[in-house]
T-cell receptor, first 114, second 114 residues
């Protein structure tokens, strides 16, 4: 049972436009969420996080939105740059577990076209 | 270099052989995680250490897998009697006591069992 779903395996966006990556989850106990970026042959790199007490968190060009009622989060990248081309994973955890063990989605491959 | 270091980067082994991977976390991070990633999937949690104590193990971690973190510093992951299904990228991550800042992953060890 996939508790964290990224239903779009790939996305192509023109340079300078907005990239929107989506993630859905099923476990209502999840209350901490992360986005990671992964380049080939490298480990995932932490991008941005959000806790369930917020509905938005911004860091430069990256904004994450959380809709708890819909169990949905999204990552917005504005403006998109060619260097953003990578695989993006969302991850969720029930922070109250103490382990901070994250469940990852299957990833969305973003291609930013110059 | 203050990142998470994993060795070796690549390992090819024959089915039935034992292999051992090493992870050196960021020195001030007391939490250490092992994840496994197969093609087209997100990272899957294997096990978690807080200092030297192994506090959680996934059911994915069969009896052939063992992980240690002596003295709460580096960690090793050993796979005995490897099977072709063990072929994957093995990722190590570490985090400070407040992991809501996200894990720092290493570059991984890619295991191929032939």
């Amino acid at each position: 049972d996939q508790q964290v779903k990224q239903n779009s395996p790939s996305l192509s966006v023109q340079e300078g436009r907005i990239s929107i990556l989506n993630c859905d989850y099923t476990n209502s106990m999840f209350d901490y969420f992360l986005w990671y970026k992964k380049y080939p042959a490298e480990g995932p790199t932490f991008l941005i996080s959000i806790s369930s007490i917020k509905d938005k968190n911004e860091d430069g060009r990256f904004t994450v939105f959380l809709n708890k009622s819909a169990k949905h989060l999204s990552l917005h990248i504005v403006p998109s740059q060619p260097g953003d081309s990578a695989v993006y994973f969302c991850a969720a955890s029930p922070a109250t577990s103490g382990t901070y063990k994250y469940i990852f989605g299957t990833g969305t491959r973003l291609k930013v076209l110059a | 270099d203050t990142g998470v270091s994993q060795n070796p980067r690549h390992k090819i082994t024959k089915r039935g052989q034992n292999v051992t991977f090493r992870c050196d976390p960021i020195s001030e991070h007391n939490r250490l995680y092992w994840y496994r990633q197969t093609l087209g999937q997100g990272p899957e949690f294997l096990t978690y250490f807080q200092n030297e104590a192994q506090l959680e193990k996934s059911r994915l971690l069969s009896d052939r897998f063992s992980a240690e973190r002596p003295k709460g510093s580096f960690s090793t992951l050993e796979i005995q009697r490897t099977e072709q299904g063990d072929s994957a990228m093995y990722l190590c991550a570490s985090s400070p006591p407040l992991p809501n800042y996200g894990y720092t992953f290493g570059s991984g060890t890619r295991l191929t069992v032939v």
